[in-house]
């Protein structure tokens, strides 16, 4: 395609059929204490 | 759902229900838009009335970018609907397992910081350190409600913990005990002022924790202003040289150093360059969180400035990058192709439910935010959780129970934002610190933005070579 550059496709969608392991580091043990930053975070299964 | 926005030359288009990120140009960002608006209609009278609106481009462009458009539609990559909602409702009916604390080592501090929420270490009551008995029980506790999780998380907090540090020692030895138990891994964490910080300290913490948060605000004068020392010096002289060789000691990784901007300081750009120039390779600074009487908080005639603060130091920050002394801004992390799955996205932060914080003597609440505050006390480490009710209010909170969050585009990134904030400023979990939603937003905008340059960086590199 001429017009765009996808930088991510679906992503998002396609984990919706594992449900979560909750194996990931909870958001604010992090470096926030006072916000929710939750879309930084890696999924511990892809590391 | 689609969110578009210009940034430093990029045209970006999110489409927030799949995931996908786009960068785009002016021909396609602007097919894009007319394209929502008339996305119910059939394809020829979406080119007609493309063609009445878009008079700067060709028929043939038009149509070009309107075939792409649809591809990428039929991909599921745009316009993708939201189908998660459903997902929530099995998701809250799930049993919920406790995976990290936040331990109160101390409430007690060795600084008089002004905006602190803890009231200087005491939040709301005496001050108290924790004893090795309540954490060593406040541990077996996370192990017998952890379930089949693995991976555990424990941050020694405050206060300041290093006012109790023996007893973090004692902790940390006895979660080393429990993991050869019960077969789990703690992932142990400190954040600390640095008064008290020496070299055993910094010895004992690069063995065993797996994260530090080193508190400073950035500049001498903006640090030692909100954090002063209690006998008014300055704190900025004792703790830059310690986190210094903190942070060379841990090869610049698996540490932060964390600062606040307030009202007072709403070029805060400076300070994280500030910080970067010290050397630290690891930043995070956020917004004060304050109630609009406090003098230093962040007021809504701060906006437009903060905004173009994020933009300033995104294109800084893209410019050290390729000058190859680059460093990592917390709030500007975004992970596009490994990022949270949708179940971590809706569940949030964790707290009431994953996450929950330990006073020192024992009481659970649902985060560090809520300690001290009765209504919110879920129990302690000895019986467990017994204020089921509140732990469900807890368990109910994601973004589609949120009003406010429902249609904004950033809620996958923020997963609803911080229930403390929002229970700070409207009394209720549910809603949302409406200044901290439109600074967030930035947030994300930038670090898209970032991506998507250093994507294109990435790609000129690769022709020159």
């Known amino acids: 395609m001429k017009h765009v550059k996808t930088l991510t496709d679906k992503t998002l969608k396609s984990t919706m059929a594992k449900g979560g392991c909750g194996e990931c580091q909870t958001s604010c043990q992090s470096a926030c204490k006072t916000s929710c930053t939750v879309g930084n975070q890696t999924c511990e299964n892809k590391r | ?114 905006y602190c929420f803890a009231e200087e270490g005491e939040y709301h009551g005496d001050r108290s350190l924790m004893s090795v008995e309540v954490g060593k029980q406040a541990l077996d506790f996370l192990i017998a409600n952890s379930g089949n999780r693995r991976n555990l998380e424990v941050d020694f907090f405050g206060g300041e913990p290093t006012m109790n540090f023996e007893v973090v020692k004692e902790l940390v030895r006895y979660g080393r005990q429990l993991e050869r138990q019960y077969d789990k891994k703690f992932r142990f964490t400190l954040t600390t002022n640095g008064i008290l910080l020496n070299d055993e300290m910094m010895e004992f913490a690069n063995r065993e924790m797996a994260n530090v948060v080193l508190s400073i605000d950035g500049r001498k004068s903006v640090n030692d202003y909100m954090r002063p020392a209690k006998n008014g010096k300055s704190s900025y002289d004792i703790i830059v040289p310690k986190f210094q060789r903190f942070a060379e000691l841990r090869n610049q990784t698996n540490y932060y150093v964390r600062g606040t901007y307030t009202h007072y300081n709403t070029d805060f750009s400076e300070d994280v360059l500030h910080l970067a120039d010290l050397g630290f390779q690891q930043i995070s600074v956020e917004p004060v969180v304050a109630g609009p009487e406090e003098p230093y908080a962040i007021q809504e005639s701060d906006l437009p400035k903060l905004m173009e603060e994020y933009d300033k130091l995104a294109r800084e920050m893209i410019k050290r990058n390729k000058n190859g002394n680059g460093f990592r801004f917390f709030h500007f992390m975004i992970d596009l192709s490994q990022g949270p799955c949708v179940a971590k996205r809706l569940s949030g932060c964790g707290s009431g439910t994953e996450y929950l914080a330990v006073t020192p003597w024992g009481d659970l609440y649902p985060c560090h935010q809520f300690v001290g505050q009765e209504e919110f006390k879920l129990g302690n480490v000895y019986d467990g959780i017994q204020a089921e009710a509140v732990r469900d209010e807890f368990k109910l909170c994601n973004v589609y129970a949120k009003e406010k969050c429902r249609n904004c585009f950033a809620r996958f990134y923020c997963s609803g934002g911080c229930a403390a904030n929002a229970y700070h400023f409207h009394g209720n979990i549910l809603d949302a610190y409406d200044i901290g939603c439109e600074l967030q937003k930035k947030r994300i905008e930038c670090a898209i933005m970032i991506e998507a340059a250093l994507a294109d960086q990435e790609e000129k590199e690769k022709k020159e070579a």
């Open chain 2, 1 to 114: 759902m689609i969110h578009q926005y210009k940034n430093n030359g990029y045209n970006i288009v999110l489409d927030v229900c799949s995931g996908a990120v786009h960068v785009v140009d002016d021909l396609l960002y602007d097919v894009i838009a007319c394209y929502e608006e008339n996305n119910q209609n059939a394809r020829e009278t979406t080119l007609t009335s493309l063609t009445d609106k878009l008079t700067q481009y060709s028929h043939e462009d038009l149509q070009e970018a309107l075939e792409e458009v649809e591809t990428l539609r039929s991909r599921g990559e745009l316009f993708a609907e939201d189908e998660y909602e459903s997902f929530v409702m099995d998701f809250k009916r799930r049993k919920t397992v406790v995976k990290a604390l936040c331990l109160h080592i101390a409430h007690d501090c060795n600084l008089g910081c002004r």
